[in-house]
C-alpha cells in the first residue's frame, strides 16, 4: 500500500494499493488485486483491477473482464470487454493532455 505520486519513465504494473497520481510515460498494467484512488497518466493503459478517479491516455485504455473503473477517461482509443465495468464519462480525443478543448466562436456573418 502506498500512499503518493509515482512518477517513471518505461512500463510499471501495479498490484496493491495506490492512493495518489500516477504518471508513466510507457504503459501501465493495474493487476487484479491493483487498486488506485487518483489521477493516471501514460501512454497505454490495460486494467484488471479496479481505478478511481482520472485516467488519462495518450493511446489505448483497455478495460478487461475483471476491471472496475469509478472514473473519468480521456483517451485516444477505449477497448472494453464484456463484464468490465465503468461509471464515469469518457471523452474519446486526439488530445490527451490537462489541455481544454478550445472551440473557437463563430463568425458572424454580415448581410449586405
Known sequence: KMVGVITA?????????????????????????????????????????????KLIVKELAML???????????????????NAVFTGNCLMSEKTTHEKTIIPPKKEEKSA
Open 9 to 53: 519513465n518505461g512500463d510499471i504494473r501495479i498490484d496493491g494499493e495506490l492512493n495518489g497520481n500516477l504518471n508513466v510515460s510507457g504503459k501501465i498494467v493495474i493487476g487484479e488485486t491493483g487498486k488506485i484512488s487518483g489521477t493516471v497518466e501514460c501512454q497505454n493503459i490495460e486494467v484488471y483491477g479496479f481505478i478511481k478517479g
Open 64 to 82: 478487461r473482464a475483471t476491471a472496475k473503473l469509478e472514473a473519468d477517461i480521456k483517451t485516444k482509443k477505449l477497448g472494453v470487454e464484456p
